[in-house]
């Protein structure tokens, strides 16, 4: 049982680059997010898909843009990546918004130079 | 606005009970967990408790909440080198009245030294 599976693990990319962060899970949970931590901020969360077909903005959303693809996948993507969007990336799932814990993936470490 | 608090270090002898301190502000939270991050990896949940509850136990782990202070705590027994990583809080999401605000706190750098 996979669980929430990130790809990619690592990435490095030139200011001004696009990409895409992908993150599937197969537990049949309604509710994702992608967090990003840096050293001293903790996480925050950047956006959030409360269901298949929803996305809502988060704590730190700008520069990002989501899609939730179906009830198991919900990419990331930077379309013009900024040194300030160096971080590790968590894609996280629940079983629904309230009240149920959350499975993290392992991260992708972006590095914007 | 909402907010989780940990201390952010704390180091202990191998075979010492570890005591990892949080306090949270919405008193609306209905679960509250406790998760851990290896090195290179992402948060694991380690353990939760439900707020009309004041302790929990399971195996060497004690989850004390006291929910008239707003304070839980998690207590190590016979902490291991195994155990050294970060140790997040973190209160059920209630995103409908705290929409964008992350529930986590910051960390606690647990180092057990042998």
């Known amino acids: 049982n996979a669980g929430v599976t990130q790809t990619p693990k690592f990435q490095v990319l030139k200011t001004g680059q696009s990409m895409t962060l992908q993150c599937a899970q197969d537990m049949n949970h309604n509710s994702m997010y992608w967090y990003r931590q840096d050293p001293g901020m903790g996480l925050r969360l950047i956006y959030y898909s409360a269901s298949e077909g929803t996305t809502d903005k988060g704590e730190v959303p700008n520069g990002y843009n989501v899609s939730r693809l179906n009830k198991r996948e919900f990419s990331l993507r930077l379309e013009s990546a900024a040194p300030s969007q160096t971080s590790v990336y968590f894609c996280a799932s629940s079983v629904d918004l309230e009240n149920s814990p959350l499975h993290f993936g392992n991260g992708t470490r972006l590095t914007v130079t | 606005g909402e907010d989780v608090e940990q201390s952010l270090f704390l180091s202990v002898r191998e075979g010492d009970s570890s005591v990892i301190n949080c306090t949270y502000t919405?008193?609306?939270?209905?679960?509250l967990y406790w998760y851990k991050q290896e090195p290179g990896a992402g948060l694991q949940l380690l353990t939760y408790?439900?707020?009309?509850?004041d302790m929990k136990q399971d195996q060497r782990l004690t989850v004390l909440l006291n929910k008239k202070d707003k304070h839980l705590s998690l207590r190590i027994a016979d902490t291991q080198t195994g155990d050294s990583a970060i140790y997040f809080c973190?209160?059920?999401?209630?995103?409908?009245?705290?929409?964008?605000?992350?529930?986590f706190g910051d960390g606690t750098t647990l180092t057990v030294k042998p």
């Open positions: 919405d008193s609306s939270s209905t679960y």
């Open positions: 408790i439900f707020s009309n509850m």
């Open positions: 973190a209160e059920s999401p209630a995103i409908n009245t705290n929409a964008g605000k992350s529930t």
